[in-house]
């Protein structure tokens, strides 16, 4: 099954997915709500390819990481964690945020160093995306309104803007450009401090899998940079059994994936 989580950004974080819905156009409020609770997917367990181009370095111009990515989401929690599995050289590095808003990296064979919401900035394994983009959910703020409808290639979509308004974010507004039909994002694009755009996130595929329309390729760029990060999703297992040692710091260490799930 090939899906990326939403970020998340991205899936965050960052994966949205969704049966067939009703055609009719929901407000900004509805929508937003809608697209929420498709990102609080419970516990799910996820493989993605993560290529980081970088032409203007020509000793280094790409670097392919294989990762998985354990998650529990839900209205009132969410914990995730990055682990590289490939290339040998960088296996074990891992990235936990917690619902908290702290989190952990771990370097091996032994370093694990705890941090704050200040770090939520800092590149997640020198990526386009920033650890915070992994674990906010935006279409969960209040303040949602709808800017009008653009097309992105030849679907219509309508734009969602968010603002945080009180809840804890680096961003000031995020603008989603929303394919209403299929329930996802075709074009995420992030602005921080003075409204200037700092990510824009591209879905450069949507597959349907058993009558769920999931994001099976995400482009990030960020302007004046580059760079630019490519998310491939391979596999997804929904359901799993998780406990609180799994997105602990002790859990960035232990590689084995969860039980159970489909």
Known sequence: MKLVPFIAAMAGGFMLSTAAMAAEAPGAAELASKLSELQ???NTFIRVKMIVSSPANPS???TTLQLQIKSRRSAGQTDVLYQVLFPKDRKGEAVLINSSGSG???TPPDKVQSFD???????LFGSDLSVEDVSDNFFAWKDQTLAGSENIGNVSCQILESRPKGARSSYVLVKSWIDTKRMVPLRVEKYGAGNQLVRRIDTSDVANVDGRNV???LVIRRPGHATATEMDGSRIKRGVSYTDADF???GLKNLNGPKGGE
Do not use: V
């Not at 919401?117 to 590149?123: G, H, P, R, T």
């Open 104 to 106: 952990a990296t771990f």
């Open 117 to 123: 919401a200040s770090k939520f900035k800092d590149s």
């Open 40 to 42: 609080q997917d419970g």
């Open 60 to 62: 280094d111009p790409k």
């Open 215 to 217: 994001l099976a390729m």
């Open 248 to 250: 602990s710091p002790e």
